[in-house]
């Protein structure tokens, strides 16, 4: 059991790497695609056929097709993972070493939201607003063809922030407790609340079940996200007055249940009172009008560089649970 957990522990560490190194290649497959298509097969085949056949919707029985969906797709996922992972360590210890640290490198998306976000800010900075748009419209579900440069900026800033909790955190502390099979099965719940969880017309009962066991499974994450992110803002604030720990420790007491979700204002709050920014707010998706709280206060006015500050605080708050997680697992191998 010993050596497993240290093989785990390297793993883990060595997938924390990778993932600041590469990040996901768009040449290579990726396993989150593979779930996603999965996903659409299920919808098809469980709701899609239904309704392209003009019946009458029931929605109890659409609540029922989507828990089956959710159980469905999650067991394949782990059982696919597991055997895996299994096959590699039985062949031979390194590759199930090599192979561990690439799947939990496909878990985390630290580098992937800090690319897609700069490329965000790199068009800002060449004062091309149209592409930045372009570029927004590819990370967030908001129509962004009218927004202006600081609606931009603020977008950019709420994505980073919120997707360091469902993006980061919780893929990197649910991977260290059950190894990739765990990772991938928070992904795989993850996934289906981002296709399937839209309280619309379609999706609002088969859906149901995805998205309140995504918030289930980001409750804890979330929170923890929020926490080290409040101690990572008063780390950065020691080196620059750009942020302020204080007041993002205000700001996350008073604005961290300012949305729909109980879990997407949590670090959401934090990087707003960490930066003297008030995000959220009424927004068009798909040219609908939805109204939200907003969160923080407009201490100033959004400029270009906040995109890169939030992501320095996604990497201090991933840095922060990186250590603890790993000096954990250390100290668990050598008792």
């Known amino acids: ?13 060595l997938g924390i ?25 299920l ?10 056949a003009g019946r009458t919707r029931n929605g109890k029985k659409e609540k029922r097709r989507g828990v089956l969906t959710w159980f469905i797709l999650v067991l394949i996922v782990a059982l696919v993972t597991l055997a895996l992972l299994g096959i590699c360590y039985w062949i031979n210890i390194y590759i199930g070493v090599l192979v561990e640290a690439i799947l939990t490198c496909y878990i985390l998306a630290a580098r992937s939201l800090y690319r897609e976000s700069m490329a965000v800010y790199k068009e800002l900075e060449r004062q091309d607003l149209n592409t930045a748009r372009f570029a927004l419209s590819m ?3 908001r129509d962004t063809d009218k927004l202006d440069a600081e609606d931009v900026v603020k977008a950019a800033v709420e994505t ?56 289930v499974f980001n409750f ?25 720990g204080k007041r993002a420790r205000e ?24 930066l003297g920014l008030k995000l959220g707010g009424t927004h068009l ?39 603890i997680l790993l000096t954990v697992l250390i100290l668990i191998t050598m008792i």
Request: proline letters at 5%.
């Open 1 to 13: 059991m010993k050596e497993l957990m240290l093989y785990h522990t390297i793993s883990l560490g």
């Open 17 to 41: 790497i990778l993932d600041q190194i590469i990040g996901d290649p768009h040449s290579m497959p990726h396993p989150i695609r593979a779930i996603g298509y999965l996903i659409s097969l």
């Open 43 to 52: 919808e098809n085949r469980f709701l899609g056929a239904q309704l392209e």
């Open 139 to 141: 990370i967030v579900g």
């Open 160 to 215: 980073v922030a919120e997707n360091t909790s469902d993006g980061v955190i919780a893929p990197l502390f649910y991977t260290a407790i059950g190894g990739p099979v765990l990772g991938f099965i928070y992904k795989a719940v993850n996934t289906q609340d981002s296709m399937l969880g839209y309280r619309n017309l379609r999706y609002e009962n088969y859906g149901w079940f995805a998205a309140k066991a995504d918030d």
């Open 220 to 244: 804890l994450p979330s929170r923890l996200s929020a926490v080290l992110m409040i101690l990572g803002s008063r780390i950065l604030s020691l080196f620059s007055n750009e942020y302020n």
């Open 251 to 274: 700001i996350w007491l008073r604005d961290r249940l300012n949305h729909k979700s109980p879990n997407s204002a949590q670090t959401e709050s934090v990087c707003a009172g960490a």
């Open 285 to 323: 998706y798909k040219g609908v009008i939805v109204e939200k709280p907003t969160i923080g206060d407009e201490i100033r006015k959004p400029e270009t560089k906040d995109i890169k500050r939030a992501n320095n605080l996604m990497f201090i708050t991933e840095g922060l649970l990186a250590v």
